[in-house]
């Protein structure tokens, strides 16, 4: 089993599935940026089987960066300097060992796995039968399975040549700025620690909504769904960092600790809190089936069994052709317990509102006297932190942490098997479970009509606006 030592900088950069759509749109331009940011200066060799020339290859990093991003000269042309390309079948040994001939005197060198789930196991085999996996890292890209079996069988796959240290499971959702941001605010201010529990927090509402659909992916997303697809990867992630306790410290399994503490005290879901639905007209993209019974909108309601959040509700919503695209959280807080001024309904009360795509806002809204005799009120949203300037790109950030060893971005393999857990129980295809066909919604709209039975009891969803009409 490869060992990999942390905190030690790889020295060579192999990228799988080189000439595929991840490395045209993300890949290609992370790396620019990185020798710009970093000065990251080691071998970067792709690998691919597109009967492809290295300079071919060199075109295909030129038309990348300049669809995607701009060219950067000097970055650019030590990206160019630093490229090598292997063309071969991954299940041809050939294609390995002219591998462990371009890494050369590297020692260390790290491998992306931009390339299907089903080839997973072929590389990794691959990779440690020719030697190239010796003191290497191995960045894998999710899904990490379709479910808890699937899951435990990859990482076996995983673990029969590098140990966990050196796997990095990349979700691009953790590399983003206002991710960061949110676990930033969480424990760097004092005054939010006292009110986040069940004495305080009302409910937590998390929507993930896209105004378009499947974009000509119906194929792929015939085999996911919106469940397998953001929330047990991004939105449970992004629910962790809301919900855990306080790292012990600031090294990366401290961190991993608390949110694997967070995954296992997540009740598993039951199919009659959860609410699927499909868009009119997802049946006639091409690829999807006729009859399909995919959902692509889900909605649910999730416990976690601590004494932090005994009985506080957690919502999830997550959908294609909703009425715009944002991610947003909404912490709601109790109302005061005695109306001494003015009543306060549940639509009135404190909150804190985390922004996190396309804007990144973090905001509370309290409450003020409005102008005049009458002892009554209005809400005012107080803005923490907004930022609208160019930020890192999450795929920067992760490959640049990748390459240093860092793993705090990066999700373990227990805390990926604790997530299967939670939404097994209502994921389609899954032997012996048994769910509702996902109702119809238009484009368009928020979701099918019953998913406003999950927050029945707390006034219903919040529906996030365009930032610039947001509540103020």
Known sequence: MAASAAG?????????????????????????????????????????????????????????????????????????????????????????????????????????????????????????????????????????????????????????????SSIFRIDHYLGKEAVQNLLYFRFANTFLEPIWNRHYVDSVQITMAEDFGVQGRGRFYEEVGTIRDVIQNHLLQVLALLAMDAP??????????????????????????????????????????????????AALRLHIDTWRWAGVPFYIRAGKNLPITTTEVLVDLKRPPVPIFDEIGARDSNYFRFRLSPEVSISAGTRVKKVGEDMVGERVELVARRQLAREMSPYERLLGDAIAGDGALFTRDDSVEAAWRVVEPVISGVRGVHLEPPAPYQPGTWGPPAAAKIVAAREGWHDPQPEANAPC
């Open 8 to 164: 030690i900088a790889s020295d060579a950069f192999v990228f799988f599935g080189a000439t595929g759509d991840l490395a045209y749109k993300k890949i290609f331009p992370a790396l620019q940026a990185l020798i710009a940011r970093d000065g990251l200066d080691v071998p970067i060799i792709g690998v691919a089987r597109a009967g492809w020339t290295l300079a071919q290859f060199q075109e295909r990093a030129r038309a990348s960066i300049e669809s995607n991003e701009r060219i950067d000269p000097a970055a650019f042309a030590k990206l160019l300097a630093n490229l090598r390309y292997i063309d071969g079948d991954y299940a041809d040994p050939a294609t390995f060992a002219q591998l462990r001939q371009l890494l050369g005197a590297a020692q260390r060198p790290i491998h992306y796995l931009a390339i299907p789930p089903s080839l997973f196991a072929t590389v990794v085999k691959a990779l440690g039968a020719s030697g190239c996996a010796r003191d290497a890292r191995v960045i894998v890209e999710k899904p990490f399975g379709r479910d808890l079996a699937s899951a435990q069988a990859l990482d076996a796959t995983l673990h029969e040549v590098f140990a966990e």
């Open 248 to 297: 012990t410290g600031r090294d990366v399994d401290a961190l991993r600790e608390e949110k694997l503490r967070l995954f296992r005290a997540m009740r598993p879901l039951e199919p009659r809190e959860v609410v699927r639905g499909q868009f009119v007209g997802y049946r006639d993209e091409p690829g999807v089936a006729a009859d399909s019974q995919v959902e692509t909108f």
